[in-house]
């Protein structure tokens, strides 16, 4: 691997970790990501003459954190951060957990200190998936439908929103806690669904997006285990973990659900979700997490529960509408009841502005199309969500399936 490369692997493995760390001692996470930047950087100019060091990760931490300590102590309030600090500046700092399910305290400050009240939901959401799950404002972009002009509005106005009020970086109690919640479960949500299914780039996985987002709602559960959303989140983020291993091939293609090898889902995962779902409430979360216990339950594809499901999208569009809702409750349908009834809930949808552009709409419509024996319009169908996928990975299947239905062996 390559210097270069190197760099940009480590930073977007370790870049949470290194703005969160940093972020303590400069109490400023514009300034911490600054930081973190400022490490990058310097990466990029030494490791291709030094060579890559053996704890990347442990030296970007460093130079990161040693910045950190120069600009404290530039400030003339030096003494005041130090004492406030509470700790050495100079120790050491080991950033691997000294186990799998060890928690990086320095981790969920940041969380829910980007969800802090003086910002709007969507400034929350999109400034800690930016910092936490280290996506760009294009991958923020698509996962909001939205442009990506207004993604970095929202990034730029919330650095500075925290920085005039003067937020602590910390885990809040009590009832500021609560208040910040709802934010925290949906920016730990959405970081866990694009390690799961990337939005762009050539892996169709990331697994370490997957893995946070997983210890975070473990660690929210321990915190609040009073509030059924916290369990339903983390019974969803169990269930659907475990299919990880299932879900790409020996080359790092794309299985669909109907294909994969449930010999190669992890029980473990699937007991510790459906436990977790005991504990759940009613929410949007507990609700998906029912959805992904009755995938989780069924040995055999054919053996899906697929009415349970349609009904339980039923119930989910009611508690949290949305269009992306919607579609998944057509998928359901189609299985119950035909595809037929399916394609006319999509239809319903195609004029959805927030569906504009989104290749997943193309998509299910090519498959209940392929279903009903419309082949050509199928065929047009996942060509077209081909063309609007930027996952690489996604965009090749859809257009393998395209070419399989051109084929003369192909089968309706």
């Known amino acids: ?143 909001f439908l939205v442009p990506e002009a207004t993604v970095a509005q929202r990034i730029v106005r919330a650095k500075r929103s925290l920085a005039r009020a003067g937020v602590p970086f910390e ?74 291993a299932a879900r790409t091939g020996p080359d790092g293609e794309p299985v669909l659900l109907a294909d994969q090898n449930r010999a190669r889902w992890d029980r473990l995962l699937i007991r510790r979700g459906v436990a977790a779902l005991e504990r759940a409430g009613t929410g949007p979360y507990s609700l998906q997490a029912a959805i992904a216990a009755c995938h989780a339950r069924a040995a055999r594809y054919e053996d899906t529960d697929w009415a349970t499901i349609a009904a339980l999208y039923g119930r989910l569009a009611a508690v949290a509408p949305s269009p992306v809702v919607e579609l998944n409750r057509a998928v359901a349908v189609s299985m119950a009841d035909g595809p037929a009834a399916g394609l006319a809930l999509v239809d319903a949808l195609a004029g959805e502005p927030a569906l504009t552009g989104y290749h997943l709409l193309p998509s299910v419509r090519g498959d209940l199309l392929a279903r009903l024996g419309r082949r050509d319009e199928a065929r047009a169908e996942f060509a077209r969500a081909a063309s609007l996928a930027r996952n690489a990975r996604e965009r090749a299947l859809l257009l393998e399936r395209s070419r399989e239905l051109t084929s003369d062996h192909a089968q309706p």
């Open 1 to 143: 691997m390559s210097a270069p490369h190197a760099v940009e692997t480590v930073f977007r493995i370790e870049s949470a970790r290194i703005i969160a760390a940093v972020a303590r001692i400069v109490r400023d996470v514009g300034i911490a990501e600054e930081l973190a930047q400022d490490a990058l950087v310097a990466a990029l100019e030494q490791w291709p003459e030094s060579g890559v060091p053996d704890k990347p990760g442990a030296w970007l931490m460093a130079t990161a954190r040693n910045r950190a300590v120069d600009l404290v102590r530039r400030r003339e309030t030096y003494a005041r951060k130090l004492a406030e600090v509470g700790r050495d500046l100079e120790e050491a700092y080991e950033p691997e957990p000294a186990a799998p399910d060890d928690i990086d305290d320095d981790l969920l400050r940041l969380v829910f200190t980007a969800c802090h009240p003086v910002l709007s939901r969507h400034a929350r959401v999109a400034l800690t998936l930016r910092l936490l799950g280290g996506l760009t404002t294009e991958e923020i972009a698509r996962a």
């Open 171 to 244: 885990v809040p109690y009590g009832q500021d806690r609560a208040a910040r919640l709802a934010s925290v479960l949906e920016v730990i949500y959405l970081i866990f669904n694009e390690g799961y299914a990337a939005t762009a780039g050539d892996h169709w996985l990331r697994p370490g997006l997957c893995e946070d987002a997983l210890r975070l709602a473990r660690v929210l559960a321990g915190l609040m285990p009073e509030e059924p959303e916290v369990h339903g989140l983390a019974a969803l983020l169990e269930l659907q973990a475990s299919r990880t």
